[in-house]
């Protein structure tokens, strides 16, 4: 079954305690993108990678890494993480070939930072 | 950059009653279109897309979308809603630059009242 698996699912940390969100999908996507869900703001994209080893910022980098070093996985890591990264963090990829532009989202992970 | 607004916040519906989300984006080339779905507890799913051609697509659901070049909108529309279409609605678009990034709008929460 195609999907995109992120782990935890959910999770209570407290401020800078360094915390690594996995992200890994199954259909050989080039594509992957890590965006965050806020009430009223829609989701915003943290970093995206068009492949292996390559990486760049979306519109709220600031507290957030990110490595692409497998095709299929995409870490998205909190190195000091405080309260306003409480979030709901949802993983994406897509295929870059062709004219489809659908982006397939993992489950959601959510993030609390006391 | 581009940018996507869904006017409405909120929304409240009888069951059988016809449903149209407004969806406005700013980017002046071209661009492909999404509506995307998110029920409570669930990642987000793919309603529809339009990418070119008929401008009124139809997607999942019963449910359809028109495109309008000239008024850069992208509504969402259904004839008669459900209460399992209760969920919050997100119109996404991309201006296929190499970025490749899905801009979101801020979502509709639609509630339907059996």
């Known amino acids: 079954e195609a999907q995109v698996t992120q782990n935890p699912r959910y999770l209570i940390t407290v401020t800078g305690k360094k915390l690594t969100v996995t992200c890994s999908q199954n259909m050989n996507h080039e594509y992957m993108s890590w965006y965050r869900q806020d009430p009223g703001l829609g989701l915003r994209q943290i970093y995206y990678?068009?492949?292996?080893?390559?990486?760049d910022k979306g519109d709220v980098p600031e507290g957030y890494k990110v490595s692409r070093k497998e095709k299929r996985n995409f870490p998205l890591i909190l190195e000091s993480p405080s309260p306003n990264q409480t979030s709901l963090y949802f993983c994406a990829s897509r295929a870059t070939g062709g004219n489809t532009g659908e982006l397939f989202f993992g489950e959601g992970s959510r993030l609390t930072v006391l | 950059a581009q940018s996507v607004s869904q006017h409405n916040h909120h929304v409240i519906l009888s069951e059988a009653a016809s449903l149209e989300l407004g969806c406005n984006y700013s980017y002046g080339g071209t661009v492909n279109l999404f509506w995307y779905v998110q029920y409570p507890g669930q990642h987000l799913q793919l309603l529809l897309k339009y990418f070119s051609g008929d401008p009124l697509v139809k997607g999942i659901k019963g449910f359809e979308a028109e495109f309008i070049k000239s008024k850069f909108s992208f509504n969402l529309r259904k004839p008669s809603v459900q209460w399992s279409d209760t969920a919050e609605y997100f119109c996404?678009?991309?201006?296929?630059?190499?970025?490749?990034?899905?801009?979101f709008g801020s979502g509709t929460r639609l509630q339907v009242q059996p």
């Open positions: 996404a678009v991309n201006a296929n630059t190499g970025r490749r990034a899905l801009t």
């Open positions: 990678s068009m492949n292996v080893e390559v990486t």
